[in-house]
């Protein structure tokens, strides 16, 4: 329900930090309570604990997955990949993008998400 419409508004929430805020709050509760932890849990440890990607890189992934699909049904893309391949691929670079962030100083120095981080993919 938080990914309504994403492919619409997608690069909206990429550009405004307020907005970005406001989602990752609602997602920090939602983790925190899929993790069954307390609210002194970072963001970012509750969400690796709960396998849980950020909103605003599910959005993106949302919106390059319309996009290719919007490509191919107008013949803009030459190729006629698989739809559930497509998908697949984007789900790839989602959790690239998710790692790339995670592994930034301030997030990777948190015990949690060192921990975690090593078997993000497995």
Known sequence: MALYEAPIWAKRLSASSRCRAKHNQA???AAIRIVRGYRTISSEAATVLARFPLFDILADMDASV???TRAIRWGESGE?????EMRRNAHRQTLVQWRVRLEQPQNARQRTVGAVLPNLEA
């Open 27 to 29: 997602q920090r509760v």
């Open 66 to 68: 319309y996009d290719q």
């Open 80 to 84: 006629d990949p698989d739809a559930l």
